[in-house]
């Protein structure tokens, strides 16, 4: 079976996205890099996941295809902006690597993490979410579709479960 | 220096000729009512909200027509708002885009508080922080920046918007005035599928 990552990659590829935005982020470096490295995708760095939305308005109304990639905690920095989607009602994907669910190790991770399903679903946002590797493949198509066939804002979840728990190897006393 | 351009002659003026190989967004509030003012066209963006949205919605616009002109028009609060985005405009130079400041120096929609470009220790009111935006735009990488204030600059100003090799970065200082509402459609989804349809015949 492959790795998901690289499922993910494959989808995006086959759905002919050609902008990608991401901040640093550890659970989606490897498809960052891949897309770094594609001949037909431009990655966009962002300082902040805010400026993932209009990005891909206007990508949209150039007529291209975009992926914001962003970890829960920065669901919370779109959330404004994440109004355009219904305000212009362009096709919209997102893929959330989470953090703050059960096992979480840092404590600050929780808030967003929390609230990241509620928040986006209050902004109209389609929320899916996978937890096994083998599922990952078909849940971003299906999510590609909803978005670029189906005219939908939508938001995988990559849940803590799949992508691991982050361990800095200590014990608290 | 109190500024003495007006921003409604200047729009039109930087949007005369529009023709379809010019894409143009505006920001919310005065310059969305400039832009219309010059002429309300398909292929105009006028936004009516997302504040600190304009200026990145113009950059992905620019990067997926690479043949085409995009002007951003905006207000200097709009951009503040969202300001490391020029960082990354920066980190992408597009050839194809320009961005226009129109710097009043106050919150015009919400009653002209003072906004952070306005100077420091300017009385209790009107007091900003002096933030240089074409400064800014340049410390986060854009080469090509300028600040414009005279009448005599004007037309060179108009040539950089709409000719220069991008990205191009200018601040227009313009004078505080209250001007009459001028308004395209609102509907978000009506102006995106016009757009679309002007530019790719499919909305």
């Known amino acids: ?173 | 220096m109190t500024a003495t351009l007006q921003r409604r002659p200047l729009v039109k003026k930087i949007l005369e000729g529009a023709d379809d190989n010019l894409l143009v967004l505006g920001g919310l509030g005065s310059s969305n009512w400039d832009i219309t003012n010059a002429g309300d066209r398909p292929l105009n963006m006028p936004l009516w909200g997302a504040m600190g949205g304009t200026v990145p919605m113009g950059l992905g616009l620019a990067l997926a027509q690479p043949t085409k002109r995009v002007l951003v028009i905006t207000g200097d609060a709009d951009l503040m708002m969202v300001v490391s985005t020029l960082a990354t405009v920066a980190a992408q130079q597009p050839d194809n885009l320009a961005i226009c400041v129109l710097d009043n120096e106050k919150f015009g929609e919400t009653g002209n508080q003072a906004s952070h470009s306005s100077p420091r220790n300017n009385g209790p009111t009107d007091s900003g922080s002096g933030a240089d935006l074409a400064m800014i735009a340049r410390g986060c990488g854009i080469a090509d920046t300028g600040t414009v204030r005279e009448e005599s600059e004007v037309a060179q100003l108009v040539k950089d918007l709409r000719t220069k090799k991008g990205p191009v970065f200018r601040l227009v200082k313009v004078m505080v005035e209250k001007l009459e509402f001028v308004m395209p459609p609102q509907d978000g989804a009506h102006l995106k599928d016009r757009f679309r349809q002007a530019l790719l015949g499919r909305p």
């Open chain 1, 1 to 173: 079976m492959n790795d998901w990552r690289d499922d993910i990659f494959q989808v995006l590829q086959d759905h002919e996205i050609k902008q990608v935005y991401h901040v640093p982020d550890a659970g989606h470096s490897k498809v960052i890099e891949m897309c770094q490295k594609s001949n037909s995708m431009r990655t966009l760095a962002l300082t902040t996941e805010e400026e993932g939305v209009p990005l891909a308005a206007g990508a949209w109304l150039g007529g291209q295809r975009s992926v914001l990639l962003m970890q829960s905690s920065g669901v919370g920095n779109t959330i404004n902006l994440m109004g355009l989607t219904k305000t212009l009602r362009f096709p919209f994907l997102t893929l959330i690597t989470m953090r703050g669910e059960p096992g979480e190790f840092n404590s600050w991770q929780y808030p967003m993490g929390q609230g990241t399903p509620k928040v986006l679903e209050a902004m109209g946002v389609l929320v899916m979410s996978v937890d096994k590797a083998e599922d990952v493949k078909q849940t971003v198509d299906h999510a590609a579709r909803s978005a670029f066939n189906g005219g939908q804002a939508v938001a995988v979840l990559l849940r803590q479960k799949l992508i691991g728990i982050k361990d800095f190897g200590k014990k608290r006393a």
